[in-house]
Every structure is written in structure tokens, then in C-alpha cells.
């Protein structure tokens, strides 16, 4: 009885939350017609029907209540409050109790948006009072108990003085009077409300009830906060964990991004959500420009924001402080909702919040700031980093602001989505350039779009340029070069490309970051478009009749200019990138350019040779760092070019013979890229490369040998001779490369073997193989490689054997060894490790093999996680397989029939058999008693019995069979089968590229939608063409509270469709977690 009955709790319980999140956020779209909302606290739920916002309600509160009991002291004080908070309730004083409740009280219960249930001790003694009950509860309107000084478990069981009273009042009333009270109090007690004897001070209670009311009166309605704010509730969501209102810490937040992102509107919007539910609140705005900065008189200052700061938040107009201790002391024990908008210094933190046990608990501060460093500096731990939109908001912010809707008037979508390119997705610049463009004719857009393309309009440059002028003059130098030059580039390369420019680079690009010029994620820097924008036109602006005496040289015109004249360029010029060239120009290189610009260090140049003319080349600056000119049209650099001070060099598709002329020093070089270079005969020396750490060769296919020099590169990470195909041997001395992690030689036909020498390349993580169709074996040293995770040898068709060294691998994560067709078993075996402890492979690829079977040692591979054997025709049965496995693919193993016994155990994401027509009739059970997340699918002819729930079609209902308790969300999972069969059609094939199952839950009494939701399903079906009718067996979770359900599946997929479908009787998901082992149930096929 107690483990039923903590099931059923479980089961309340995780229907309750489930329900209250999505009322909390979706209750403007109407689309729950009843959940569960809890009180702000103490308890942890209880009973909200929200009423329709259509509703014409006539007052907030209903309080049901015995008079007698306290109608003195308890009501009259919460009533107060309740005036106090602004909230209407219904007075009952005019209306004359009689034996039953009249039409204008029943009146009043239907009008009131929230009922108060007051359970007193005397309260079921009178029929009026449980009549109340049963109204109220029968209107499923909001309902919040409070049981005052009597047990909630009296209340249930009618026992106690209440059940004493409750017992007297029923002499001589009706079955039905009595039926219907006893099912109204049992409801009532259910929920969890407000119980008296946990509470010292009764004062604090009533305090606690009205802020719960005052909360579901404002979740009551309909949201329109969101209207206008596209992306405001995903912030609004990814906030909720930040606040942590149910906390009673005192909780600093901050709020962190570049300008013009959006902070102000987040916190505006968490203020006028929340602040309601504390004591004091106050939104001080704009405090950057609003109020005094801390210069000079520090103290004074201080003291003028503090004094500003408390005359807000508690309302009062002549505050006077004396000392800065007054704020702690007014606000020590007072629960306060604060938010500090746009602050940039710390003593502004400092005198208006600065500690948190200057508040009382449950307090929040929440500080917006476009300085990270800030935050930092004030231990405020909990950082909310505003991100910039997807493209899709972007273009609906932009939209909002200029047509009034969250999309394009026709005939400007193109338009709106070059605008909102241009902006680059800041808030505040789709704002600006929205109502730019508000009521601008069709013609004035494409007037105006050139300018825009190379200047900003002048609003937005004012409001950015107020974080450039703060930084001091180095900081501003770097991020002009980041503007012009370095944008989305990595992070690594930037440092090595200005370590000579800028002492402590590393520092200043952080100092950037902290105040969200830049951001450095996933190892780039990236500017957004708009402060990128700003830097350039400060660069124009330096000489703006004149490019060739600015910094970077960035738009094609102004370097069309410099090149074609005589007297154009200086030494001022440090960067050149014209990798936005403009067709029509025809431009060209002379020798005398580079001689007038000889302090450029950055020069990248990407235009076809079409593009230009460049008959010789005789001089490149000496000092450059970095060289990045793909399509090279020469066949070498000129031959006094020193590339002494190079960091990087990326001549890609160049026409490139070699590089240059003799031996030149390239200790400073960190990157090579010559790919795709296809003329490209012969290498440089590489004995000075020592601190090369990429090096890229890759589709070079002229090369047939590599220098023995090579092996001098002994801080090379990376090695990429893909595509070699002449190349017929490697140098012994590339085992010198002990650094390497990566190294790929795919497609390089021409290779026989690989020495022995490479086993030294201990830090090796992946080998990459692919296609070496000459290939016939593996060194044995290959085993020392201990760190290798990857070894692609898919497609080496003459591979004939696997040395058993790879099993020394410890640390393989995936062997692919898809069509190695001479392959007939991998020879490696762990029977012959004793010493081997583990083995981390989690990819094992076999498929297109001449494989028999599958050794049983794969059982060991405790970390296997994807197993594909597709079209391994001669595989007749599947070994046991390790727990950890997820995925098996077989399509096409014609004859496979078995599989190990132990299999259904596994809980698999994926399935699939795909023409596997030989599978017994025990493997096929196994198929369907396993457990999957996504799918699983093989041959068959008909929806097995194992699905109780059948029926012709793609829909089928089911009754529960009192797996739920209606008054609660339960959540259940359910197993269903279709048989998928071909269909004559017409449809293009391509109409459904993806194919995807999708299903629709349906309440069958009702007709209204429960659940809709689309699974993308197994991408191989698209190529494999299933020869006949096949079973896909999906799983799923849903949440549900009606008694019978009708389930409608669909898949789409060119010409196939459902035949039949079934679906097996579901278990709630608590059962199945604790029975999920004890299944007994028989498969069986009809």
C-alpha cells in the first residue's frame, strides 16, 4: 500500500512540474486549459485552473471562510494586505447567509479570477461554507487553501474536530449533499496550500498568501511583455535558473554584451515580471550616462549615487545621508528587486550594492554592463552572456521596426534580408536601421543600400564609438587591426601575428573582451559587423582623400587607386586585404608599389588571376608576418623576398613551381598552406622549420618525393599529404615528427608501405588512410602509437591483413575498415592480450568486408558505442555485444540470421536491419524486446501480437485501463510498430528528402490535440531502397491525462506508406523505471 502510494505521489509530482513550466511561459497562447500553479512559498504546489483571459471578471480574490472563526483577526488582517497589494476581493457583507447559497453569490465565485479556501476548524460545520466548496472546485477556477490551525490530513480523512463537526452537520442532509462535500473537501486537501502550524508569525503568512495571489493574478493574464520583443522568452527561460527566485539567497546577477545587444530590454522585462513580489524595487537606467562618474572626488560622488539610489527604491524624494552606511541599514532586512542599468565603473557598484548582506533574503540585484572585467571585480558569480540572435530573429527585429510586423512587405524581402545582414544581428543597429528605412519607398532602399555597404549611418557609429574612445591608445590600435584585418581569424594566430606589434597581446585582447568589443569563442576572435564597421571608417577618416596614407587598406576601390598610381602609398600603410574585389576593375602590381609601402606586414590577397595582371613580381616588404595570396599566378616568389620574419603563408591554388630560390631561414613560421598547388614540384629546405605546427600539402599532386628534411619539423601538430598521388614512399626521418597528432595520407594511390619509423609518433591520435588503394599492409611498429584514438583505412582495397600490434592501441576510439574488400577478418585478436585492461574503441566500422563473423572479442570493447556492418554478405550471425553499444547498422547482410541471445538487455538508439530477410524468428523477437530511443527497423509482414493495440491504417486508440489519475499529468511511455509498404505514386522522389515519422496524440472523446511531434528517421532509407514491407518499431514519453487516446502516425517517404500500425500497452514512466527488468511478457508473430 505505501509503495502504491508512492508511486502515485512520484507520478503527481512529475506531472505537476511538467505542467507548471509550461503554463508559467505559454499561457498566452492559450494553450493549456488547466495546471498546477504553487504558491510563491512555502509549498511546493497546488491546485491553478488559470481562467480564460476573455473572462469579464469582477473581482480578483473569492475567500470562503467560517466567520466565526476568523472573520476578527485572520480576514481582517488579510484583507488589509490584499488593499495594500492593489487586489480586489469580493465582501460578503451585504449579503444575508440562508440555508443555501443564492445565485449572487454562486455569481461572484464565477466572476472572481482566484478562490481562497480558509479551513478552519468550524468551517465543514456549515452548509454554506462546503456549498462554497463544491461551487468553487467545480468551476476548476485558481484555488489556493489555507489551513488554519487544523490538520490537512483531517480535512482528507474527515477525522479530528473536523471530521467531528463535518459528521454533525450531515444529520438529516441528502446522499448527494453529502457526496458531493466529502469529494470537495478530499479535492481540496490535496493541494498543497498554506498550513498555519508551520508559520511563528502569522503576520509573515498572510504576507507570503497575498504575494502568491498577486503572483497568479499576473500569470493569470496573458503576457504582453513578448509581443514586440522577438527572442524575449528564450531570455526570459535562460534566465529563470540565474534568478533562482524560490532561493532565499541574497543573489547578484549580472548581465554581460556588447552595446546595443539587448541587456536593458532583458532586465527591463525581468523587472516588470518579477519586482512585484518583493518589498522595495527600483530600476536605475542608464547609470553610465545618467549619473556622475567617479573621477576625482571618489567619496562625493559615491554619496550623490547612493543618496539617488535610495530615493528611489523606497519612494522618497528628500532622502538625506550623512555617511554611506544608510543604505545597508534601511535595506538590511527588506527584500528588494534592483537592477543597475549599463554600468562601466566599479565604485558606481560599490555605494549603491556593494555586499549582499546589505539586503534581506530572497533578495536580487541584477547589473547590465558591457564590462565582464566589472563583474568580475565585484564577485558577482552569476553571468548571464547575452548572445547575438539567429539570422531568422535578426530579420523579424528588423522587420518590427520597419513594417510593424515580424516580417517583409512584398516585393523588400530580399532587400530586408541584405539590411539585416548589414546590421550583422545587433539589437539595437536592426533597431536603428529599421527605423531608418520605416515608410521609405521601394526605390530610396536601393538608392540608399550602396552607401550603406561601406559607411554606417551616423547613429549607430555615435553610440558604438562610445566604447572605442574609452580605451586608451594601444587598445584602440588593436582593435583597428582587429577591425580591418583580423576578424573571425583564430585566436593563436592573431597573438603570433602581433606579438612583435603589441606588448602583451594576450592582456589586451582580453581587456577588449571583457568590455564585448570582441568575443573569443570556440578559439576565434569575432567583432561584430557593426563595431567592425566602425573601425574601418575610423581608418578612412585618417587620410580620407588619401588611402594610401591610412593604416589597412581594406575596400577594393581605395586599393585599385593605390595600385594604379605612381605616387599613391606610403609608409603608413601596414595592411592590404583585397579579398573584396569588385568586378569591372582591372588593376595591376608594379614593383614600385611595394617599395613606397615597404612597412606592410599583413598582405592577403584573394581574387582570381582573371582578375588582374601581375607579369612579375621582384619585391615583397621585408617585414612581412603574414602572406596569404591564393591563385598565386607566378611560378616563385621573388628571389630577394626574406621570409625571416613570416608567421604564416598560405599560397593555396597557386601556380606555384617552388617556393623560392636556396635556403632561407624560416625559424619564425608557424603555418604553411600550399594545397591544391598542382604544379608545385619541389619543396623548400625544411631545416630551420623547428617551429612549423601546420603544415599543408595536401592535392599537390606534382610532388613525388618529400625532402628528408622534413623530419627538422619537430613541433609539427598537423600533416596534411592528402591527394599525393605520385607519391610513392615517405622519407624515414618523418618519424622525427614526434609531435604530430594528425597526419592524413588519403588518396595517395601511389603508396606501397609506410616505414617503420613512423611507430616513433607516439602522440599520433589519428591516421588517416583512406583510399590508399596500393596499400598491403601496416608496419608492426604501428602498435607503438598507444595514443592513436582514429585509423581511417577505408576503401584500401588491397589491404590483405591487420598486424596484431593494433591491439595495442588502448586508446581507439574508431577503426573504419569499410571496404577492404581483400580483407577477410580482422586478424587482430584480444584472446592473445593478456595484458590489455581496456580497449576505448567507440566506432567500429566493417562494412563492404569480406568478414564471416564477428570474433567474439568485440565484447570486450567495453566503450563500443556505433557498430555499422553494412553489406557484409557473407556475416551469418551478430556475437554477443557489449552493453555500451547504441547504433548497429546492417543494411544488406543478406545472410545474417542469428543474433546473441543477450541482445534485447542492450537499450539501443538505433536499429537498423534493412533487407535482412534471413533473420530468425528469435532475432526478430530480440529486435522488438529491445529498447530504443530513436528506431529500429527490419523485414516483416504484419504488426506481431507483442502490440495488443492493433489496427489497419496509420490509427489506432487506446484505453488506459486506470494507468492515471485524471486529476493528474502522468507521464507514460509507449512502444508502437508500423508496417511500412510500397504504394504506386506519382510523387517526385525528391518531394521528401528526409524521410520522418511523425505522430498526432488525440484526447478521442474531445478531439483535441494532446501532442504533435516529428522524429526524423533513418537517413539510410533514402539510399537503400527496401525491397519489401518492414517493420519500424519507435518508442516514445509522453505526458498525458486522458482516459482514451487516439494515436495517428504518418511517414513520409516518396512512394511508401503505413499499412498497418500497433501500439503495446504502456507503463508510467516511474513503474518502468523501477519494473523495467521484470518484463515477462511473450512475443509472438501472427
Not at 501532442?1011 to 537517413?1019: D, E, I, N
Amino acid at each position: 500500500m505505501e509503495f502504491s502510494l508512492f508511486l502515485t505521489v512520484l507520478a503527481a509530482a512529475i506531472g505537476f512540474l511538467v505542467i507548471f513550466r509550461k503554463f508559467r511561459f505559454n499561457q498566452e497562447n492559450k494553450e493549456i486549459d488547466s495546471s498546477l500553479q504553487p504558491p510563491s512559498s512555502p509549498p511546493s504546489s497546488s491546485s491553478v485552473h488559470p481562467a480564460s483571459s476573455s473572462h469579464n471578471w469582477t473581482h480578483d480574490v473569492f475567500p470562503s471562510f467560517r466567520g466565526e472563526d476568523i472573520r476578527r483577526d485572520f480576514l481582517s488582517h488579510i484583507q488589509k494586505e490584499f488593499r495594500r497589494k492593489g487586489i480586489t476581493p469580493f465582501i460578503d457583507n451585504e449579503i444575508n447567509r440562508g440555508k443555501s447559497i443564492g445565485p449572487e453569490l454562486i455569481r461572484a465565485i464565477r466572476e472572481s479570477k482566484i478562490a481562497i479556501i480558509l479551513l478552519s476548524k468550524n468551517y465543514a460545520s456549515s452548509k454554506w461554507c462546503l456549498d462554497e466548496l463544491v461551487e468553487i472546485m467545480k468551476c476548476k477556477e485558481t484555488v489556493i487553501p489555507v489551513f488554519y490551525k487544523v490538520d490537512p490530513s483531517h480535512v482528507k480523512k474527515l477525522t479530528g474536530y473536523f471530521g467531528k463537526v463535518f459528521k454533525e452537520n450531515c444529520v438529516g442532509k441528502s446522499k448527494e449533499d453529502i457526496g458531493r462535500w466529502k469529494e470537495a473537501l478530499d479535492e481540496v486537501s490535496t493541494i498543497a496550500g498554506y498550513h498555519s502550524s508551520n508559520w511563528d508569525n502569522e503576520a509573515v503568512m498572510i504576507e507570503e498568501i497575498v504575494t502568491s495571489v498577486s503572483k497568479a493574478l499576473i500569470n493569470s493574464v496573458p503576457s504582453s511583455d513578448f509581443d514586440n520583443l522577438v527572442g524575449m522568452r528564450a531570455h526570459m527561460e535562460k534566465m529563470e535558473p540565474f534568478l533562482g527566485l524560490n532561493s532565499n539567497e541574497v543573489k547578484m546577477i549580472g548581465i554581460w554584451g556588447p552595446s546595443g545587444i539587448g541587456k536593458s530590454t532583458i532586465a527591463r522585462v525581468l523587472f516588470s515580471q518579477n519586482s512585484h513580489e518583493f518589498q522595495f524595487s527600483v530600476f536605475m537606467e542608464n547609470i553610465k550616462s545618467r549619473y556622475p562618474r567617479p573621477f576625482f572626488d571618489v567619496y562625493s560622488t559615491k554619496m550623490q549615487l547612493q543618496k539617488e539610489f535610495l530615493s528611489q527604491i523606497i519612494n522618497q524624494e528628500d532622502v538625506t545621508i550623512r555617511h554611506l552606511g544608510v543604505a545597508k541599514e534601511r535595506l538590511k532586512n527588506k527584500k528588494v528587486f534592483i537592477v543597475l542599468d549599463d554600468v562601466d565603473h566599479l565604485a558606481q557598484l560599490d555605494a549603491m550594492v556593494e555586499e549582499t548582506r546589505w539586503f534581506g533574503p530572497g533578495s536580487r540585484i541584477i547589473v547590465t554592463t558591457q564590462n565582464k572585467e566589472l563583474l568580475d571585480a565585484h564577485a558577482i558569480k552569476h553571468i548571464y552572456k547575452v548572445d547575438f540572435p539567429p539570422y531568422n530573429e535578426a530579420l523579424q527585429i528588423f522587420c518590427m521596426y520597419t513594417f510593424g510586423q515580424k516580417y517583409p512587405y512584398d516585393g523588400f524581402e530580399n532587400l530586408s534580408m541584405e539590411v539585416t545582414n548589414l546590421a550583422g544581428k545587433l539589437p539595437l543597429g536592426l533597431r536603428i536601421m529599421g527605423s531608418y528605412f520605416k515608410g521609405m519607398p521601394k526605390k530610396e532602399w536601393e538608392e540608399e543600400l550602396p552607401r550603406l555597404r561601406i559607411r554606417l549611418d551616423g547613429d549607430i557609429e555615435s553610440i558604438l564609438r562610445l566604447s572605442y574612445d574609452a580605451l586608451g591608445d594601444e587598445d584602440q590600435a588593436l582593435f583597428l587591426h582587429i577591425a580591418c584585418f583580423f576578424n573571425n581569424e583564430w585566436i593563436v594566430k592573431v597573438e603570433e601575428y602581433l606579438a612583435e606589434t603589441f606588448v602583451g597581446v594576450k592582456a589586451r585582447l582580453r581587456i577588449l573582451a571583457e568590455k564585448s568589443l570582441i568575443s573569443m569563442e570556440s578559439g576565434y576572435i569575432k567583432m561584430h559587423s557593426l563595431l567592425a564597421r566602425l573601425g574601418r571608417e575610423i581608418v578612412r577618416k585618417q587620410s580620407p582623400n588619401n588611402p594610401g596614407q591610412r593604416q589597412f587598406l581594406v575596400e577594393a576601390r581605395d586599393i585599385y587607386r593605390v595600385l594604379r598610381s605612381d605616387t599613391l602609398g606610403s609608409q603608413s600603410v601596414i595592411g592590404i586585404d583585397l579579398t573584396d574585389y569588385e568586378f569591372g576593375m582591372e588593376w595591376k602590381i608594379s614593383d614600385e608599389t611595394f617599395e613606397r609601402m615597404f612597412n606592410v606586414q599583413f598582405l592577403r590577397v584573394h581574387c582570381y588571376p582573371s582578375s588582374y595582371k601581375l607579369e612579375s613580381l621582384n619585391r615583397l616588404p621585408q617585414d612581412i608576418r603574414l602572406l596569404y595570396w591564393i591563385y598565386f599566378p607566378l611560378t616563385c616568389l621573388p628571389s630577394d623576398f626574406n621570409p625571416e620574419f613570416l608567421v604564416e603563408i598560405n599560397m593555396s591554388d597557386s601556380n606555384l613551381e617552388k617556393l623560392w630560390e636556396g635556403n632561407k631561414a624560416i625559424r619564425n613560421l608557424k603555418w604553411m598552406d600550399l594545397c591544391n598547388s598542382k604544379n608545385l614540384k619541389e619543396l623548400p629546405d625544411f631545416s630551420t622549420a623547428t617551429n612549423l605546427q601546420k603544415l599543408d600539402l595536401s592535392y599537390c599532386s606534382s610532388l613525388v618525393e618529400l625532402p628528408s628534411s622534413i623530419g627538422s619539423m619537430t613541433s609539427l601538430e598537423n600533416l596534411d599529404l592528402s591527394g599525393l598521388s605520385n607519391l610513392v614512399e615517405l622519407p624515414y626521418s618523418i618519424g622525427n615528427m614526434t609531435n604530430l597528432k594528425k597526419l592524413h595520407l588519403k588518396e595517395c594511390s601511389s603508396l606501397v608501405e609506410l616505414p617503420s619509423s613512423i611507430g616513433n609518433m607516439t602522440n599520433l591520435k589519428e591516421l588517416h588512410l583512406k583510399r590508399c588503394s596500393s596499400l598491403v599492409k601496416l608496419p608492426y611498429s604501428i602498435g607503438n602509437m598507444t595514443n592513436l584514438k582514429k585509423l581511417h583505412l577505408k576503401e584500401c582495397s588491397s589491404l590483405l591483413k591487420l598486424p596484431s600490434s593494433i591491439g595495442n592501441m588502448t586508446n581507439f576510439e574508431k577503426l573504419n575498415l569499410k571496404g577492404c574488400s581483400s580483407l577477410q577478418k580482422p586478424s587482430f585478436s584480444f584472446g592473445n592480450m593478456t595484458h590489455l585492461k581496456k580497449l576505448d574503441l567507440t566506432q567500429l566500422y566493417l562494412s563492404d568486408t569480406g568478414i564471416q563473423e564477428i570474433a567474439s572479442w568485440v565484447k570486450k570493447m567495453s566503450r563500443l558505442k556505433t557498430l555499422v556492418i553494412n553489406g557484409c554478405t557473407k556475416l551469418v550471425s551478430l556475437p554477443q555485444l557489449p552493453d555500451s553499444l547504441e547504433i548497429i547498422h546492417a543494411e544488406n547482410c543478406e545472410s545474417l540470421e542469428r543474433l546473441d541471445c543477450s541482445f534485447y538487455k542492450t537499450k539501443f538508439t538505433e536499429l537498423s536491419f534493412v533487407n535482412c530477410f534471413k533473420l530468425n524468428q528469435e532475432a526478430r523477437n530480440l529486435i522488438l524486446k529491445a529498447s530504443t530511443k530513436r528506431w529500429a527497423v527490419f523485414p516483416g509482414e504484419t504488426v506481431p501480437a507483442y502490440f495488443s493495440y492493433r489496427a489497419t491504417g496509420s490509427s489506432v486508440s487506446m484505453k488506459l485501463n486506470g494507468l492515471l489519475d485524471t486529476r493528474f499529468p502522468t507521464s507514460l511511455r509507449f512502444k508502437a510498430c508500423l508496417l511500412l509498404v510500397t504504394k504506386p505514386s506519382d510523387v517526385d522522389a525528391a518531394a521528401w528528402r528526409d524521410p520522418y515519422i511523425s505522430y498526432c496524440i488525440k484526447d478521442k472523446l474531445s478531439g483535441v490535440e494532446v501532442k504533435l511531434y516529428a522524429v526524423r528517421f533513418c537517413q539510410i532509407w533514402g539510399k537503400l531502397s527496401p525491397q519489401s514491407e518492414h517493420l519500424v518499431v519507435i518508442e516514445f514519453e509522453e505526458t498525458v491525462s486522458s482516459p482514451e487516446l487516439v494515436f495517428e502516425f504518418s511517414f513520409r517517404y516518396k512512394n511508401w506508406e503505413i499499412k498497418e500500425c500497433g501500439l503495446r500497452p504502456p507503463e508510467s514512466l516511474a513503474l518502468s523505471m523501477l519494473m523495467e527488468d521484470e518484463e515477462t511478457i511473450r512475443i509472438g508473430f501472427e
